[in-house]
């Protein structure tokens, strides 16, 4: 079964940055598509970046764009979401997702197979 476990997220100040990981494991992965959402309090979950198998395709959301950098660690397994810039809005749990067979970055949540628990960013003004 696979699984994923995000971690890095913290409270910092607007205007720092983060870098927040995911690191899989229970499979047999071969540069995944992977992507990152979010979900504030209140709201739906959004689609933040996302990475195509072996690193074909690479899209973002608009909020995100020239602030935020999605990469991986193909040794280790790992995806990664810099943050730099951070604003207040950034706030929310922050997921990580995986699309089985060979897939492009996707933005729908609902086209990704396994999902991890969450890591908490919170930004203060």
């Known amino acids: 079964q696979v699984q994923l476990v995000e971690s890095g997220g913290r409270l910092v100040q607007a205007g720092g940055s983060l870098r927040l990981s995911c690191a899989a494991s229970?499979?047999?992965?071969?540069?995944?598509?992977m992507g990152w959402f979010r979900q504030a309090p209140g709201k739906e979950r959004e689609f933040v970046a996302a990475?195509?198998?072996?690193?074909?395709?690479?899209t973002y959301a608009d909020s995100v764009k020239g602030r935020f950098a999605i990469s991986r660690d193909i040794a280790k397994n790992t995806l990664y979401l810099q943050m730099n810039s951070l604003k207040p809005d950034d706030t929310a749990v922050y997921y990580c997702?995986?699309?089985?067979?060979?897939?492009?970055?996707?933005?729908?949540?609902?086209?990704?197979?396994?999902w991890g628990q969450g890591t908490q960013v919170t930004v203060s003004s």
């Open positions: 997702a995986l699309r089985r067979g060979i897939s492009s970055a996707a933005t729908t949540a609902r086209l990704y197979d396994y």
């Open positions: 990475l195509g198998w072996r690193d074909t395709s690479t």
């Open positions: 229970g499979g047999t992965f071969s540069s995944p598509a």
